[in-house]
């Protein structure tokens, strides 16, 4: 069975920068898509930000040029660099590895 752990977040001021990391058990990882969800307040659960087993990467209008996806396969993990945060970026981030999900980890950005 496969587990994803997340780890990162936390709390940070507008403009601020925060990482996630999110690590895969399985020996598959190099594989399978991996990348970001993430609910916001009263929201529906978004894609975030994914990266494809070639390496090519997709992400949201609204954190383009802000978030970087990147991937270790060697490592299997998957990270998200978030920079320039707002407001609007607080809410519960999920990784995903293909089919399966981490837990959520609470991303908190304030004025």
């Known amino acids: 069975q496969v587990n994803l752990v997340a780890s990162g977040g936390g709390s940070v001021q507008t403009g601020g920068s925060l990482s996630l990391s999110c690590a895969h058990s399985?020996?598959?990882?190099?594989?399978?898509?991996a990348g970001w969800y993430r609910q916001r307040p009263e929201k529906q659960r978004e894609l975030v930000a994914q990266i494809f087993v070639s390496g090519n990467t997709e992400y949201s209008d609204s954190v383009k040029g802000r978030f970087t996806i990147s991937r270790d396969n060697t490592k299997s993990v998957v990270h998200l660099q978030m920079n320039s945060l707002k407001l609007e970026d607080t809410a519960v981030y999920y990784c995903f590895t293909g089919t399966t999900w981490g837990q959520g980890t609470q991303v908190t950005v304030s004025s």
């Open positions: 399985g020996s598959a990882f190099r594989l399978l898509t």
